[in-house]
């Protein structure tokens, strides 16, 4: 199973594949770093994920699906501690112009930036399907519902 059967087929759903600018990103926008130590450690993490594939453990899309939310929170969990560096190569709060965002958009991101939250907290799925068994609420910060 190549990536191109799974979760390729879902970003060319997407606006980070087709949208009005005529900006499209590609996999390694999102999951390579740009920078040269970043990008080391991430290839090295990769060596892992070659491993599996020789070893057969994701080598169905059926296999690839029962792992989904345990690979999906891995990429979170990453993008969580490197605050989603990879997204702010596009996207950066101090480039937004708030005024041209929708209001609900405007006020969502002012609010991120006040509770110092990052891309992945409130965007999970914006490029892939969200995993099945994925629950929202497990995101909520502690006292939200």
Not at 4 to 9: F, K, L, N, T
Not at 82 to 102: K, L, P, V, Y
């Amino acid at each position: 199973m190549s990536m191109e059967q799974a979760v390729y087929q879902e970003l060319q759903e997407t606006i980070h594949f087709s949208n009005r600018t005529g900006v499209r990103a590609t996999c390694p926008d999102c999951h390579v770093p740009k920078e040269w130590i970043h990008k080391v450690i991430r290839k090295i993490k990769a060596s892992n994920e070659l491993y599996h594939k020789m070893l057969g453990t994701i080598d169905t899309v059926e296999k690839f699906e029962e792992k989904r939310l345990e690979l999906a929170k891995n990429v979170w969990r990453t993008m969580k501690e490197t605050d989603s560096r990879e997204c702010r190569n596009c996207h950066n709060f101090d480039s937004m112009d708030f005024d041209r965002q929708e209001e609900r958009s405007a006020s969502r991101h002012d609010e991120a930036i006040e509770a110092g939250y990052t891309c992945i907290d409130c965007h999970k799925g914006i490029a892939h399907s969200l995993p099945e068994g994925y629950d929202p609420a497990e995101d909520l910060p502690d006292g939200e519902e």
